[in-house]
């Protein structure tokens, strides 16, 4: 049976059917199956699922974030008894869009990735100045700091942020990956953040990566 | 709405071109190069010279025959689950060449074909979205050519589960083809479903390929579709003017179909073009001209006008390499061929007009195939693609991306590429600075790779593999014994 429960929510995550996911969840907590169960054998095994899917090209951006909705809507059901228990996230990412800047796409494509991929995500939103990001980082205290960009005017506003945790003896702190249009792997460089992302996947990819 | 198509002639120039094209059908004729038919001209009220061989169609006896001509004929597949119906409200897209040289899949040189490339071309084929339908478009060197037909027939029953097709060179040629798909099929099948559909050359200007009008009785005989084809080039083989080309063409077309009925009223055929303009340096095909697509936008109207399906040249192009040339001329006939309303559209995957090919060509036709049934279905209006909800929701500042309404729509919605490259630059770098032609090249790869033979029951296999035998242990003079009496 819990099997059983637990394949249904993997499939109804992958074919994007968010009510089915929500209703199978209770369901399976109802019979007595652990949240940690769910999320192990029926979530994550859905989210690498669609991770191939993508990877092969059968899935596009919306299936995959349709995919995340869903997961999202069995996720909620499963926090607070995770939280009783020893369940960790997987790290702590915060991300915003740099001041200067209102794009939020490309942020929220990979908020919805990490999130997929079991991260906690703390989403700053946009035009985030400087000295936003270094207060909400001494107290939400993540793991890794995202800063996105998609205009060319608005990448030394990058720079900026990373001066200011340089400056205040915290830059160590943090791990700090950039990602957008006009950014790549060499301004990464120049400006000393320890990764750069061409796209929401290499973003989760990096993620993974830098906290492995 | 569905899109507006390309138009070139007006009702009334069709009403024109009509006019002249009886004139030159009852007054100038039309040269028939076998007995046999012009006897069967004779009877059906044609005035038949004997000793120039020229046929003069009277516009009463014409118009009749053409109106016998069906409207539509189903296109069968080597599987019974492949069908399709060609009319003038359909469109299919198909191979056809006579590729003698090939870009090798592997080390990208230039070399002679072979009869593995027929059967690699057949597989890729089959496994096209948007092509769907296979004429025979490479034509081997490691084959006695008395045996290329049975060898191509045979490769693509064993691999292919669309409908095929080749020219019908002459008696003996056409007969086998015929008995092929009878031993594949029956008698009875092929009557119905049509799964071997052949092109049938015409001698421009205004005569007819001897065994070319052997194939079409044959043809006419056994009840399987027939495709009229002249490539008349304005200029040398017809009229320098479109126009004029048209009456020509259009009188090489209709003449063809008039004697495909008189054979066998009702035979099912289709008003072909591969007419184009010459190339006036040097007097040779120019294939990939802007006025290919006109002609054929205009042939395609013309079918319309006798109600008969039509089958167009496109794709082609004179270009050598895989350049901005080649890609510019094949998408410009295909779409102009397909904007026009040709219903049945030939030669993908073929370069140096189709005297050569390259498998991954016949990828990215597959891709502009599926570019351009895009472009002709158009717009969909009402409440739900208008999204006024959506909207709403969605609101300034805000983004689609993550909306049910994106998710369920983006696939109908946009014609999503396999081939065509949309990476930033790094991206691209990092996964080989490939290009369209390489992304083409490693699709076909991988379907080769995949290719598994059709499952055939044993007994059809070991009596079509007879039939090559003894087709092997003719020789070519068999063939010219055959030929009837010109």
Known sequence: ?212 | MKSSSYQVLSADEIGMIHGRTLEVLSGVGIKVVVKKMRDLLTDAGCHVDENTKIVRFPPEMAERYIRMAPREFTLGGADPSVQRTVSPDTRIFSGLGTAINLFDLESGAYRQTTLNDVRDHIILIDNCQHINSNQMDIWPHDVPMHTIHVEAIRTWLMNCRKSFGMGAYGVLATTDMMEMVKIAFGIETIRERHPYVAIISIQSPLSTAHIQLEGLMILAENGQPAIMSPEAMAGTTAPVTLAGLLVQHNAEVLSHIIMAQVVRPGAPVMYGSVSTVAEMRRGTVALGAIETGMISAASAQMAAHYDIPCRTVAGGTESKTLDVQCGLERMHSIMLAAMGGANYITCAGTIESTTAGAHELLMIDDEIAGMVERAIRGIEVNDTTMAATVIGAVGPDGNYLMEEHTQRHFRGEHFIPRLADRDKRDVWEKAGSRDMAAHARERAKKILADHRERQLDEATVREIDRFVESVRSRSVSDYYSAEWES
Do not use: C, W
Not at chain 1, 194 to 210: F, M, N, P
């Open chain 1, 1 to 212: 049976m819990g099997s059983d429960v637990l394949k249904s929510i993997e499939n109804a995550v992958v074919e994007m059917r968010f009510d089915d996911t929500e209703a199978l969840t209770r369901q399976a907590l109802d019979s007595g199956v652990t949240a940690l169960a769910v999320l192990n054998g029926g979530l994550l095994t859905a989210l690498e699922r669609v991770g191939v899917l993508f990877r092969d090209g059968d899935y596009f951006l919306p299936d995959v974030l349709m995919s995340v909705k869903a997961y999202n809507n069995s996720y909620r059901l499963l926090d607070s008894e995770l939280k009783k228990g020893n369940y960790k996230a997987r790290g702590v990412v915060m991300l915003g869009t740099v001041q200067g800047d209102i794009h939020e796409i490309g942020k929220n494509i990979l908020l919805a990735l990490l999130q997929g991929n079991g991260f906690r995500v703390i989403d700053l939103g946009v035009d985030i100045p400087a000295d936003t990001f270094l207060a909400r980082a001494q107290e939400e205290n993540p793991d890794i700091i995202g800063l996105s960009a998609l205009l060319t005017t608005s990448m030394p506003a990058m720079k900026e942020v990373m001066d200011l945790f340089s400056a205040r003896g915290v830059r160590e702190r943090f791990k700090f990956v950039i990602g957008g249009a006009p950014v790549s792997q060499r301004y990464a460089e120049e400006i000393g953040a320890d990764g750069y992302g061409e796209d929401a996947q290499a973003g989760v990819d990096l993620v993974k990566r830098l906290l492995a």
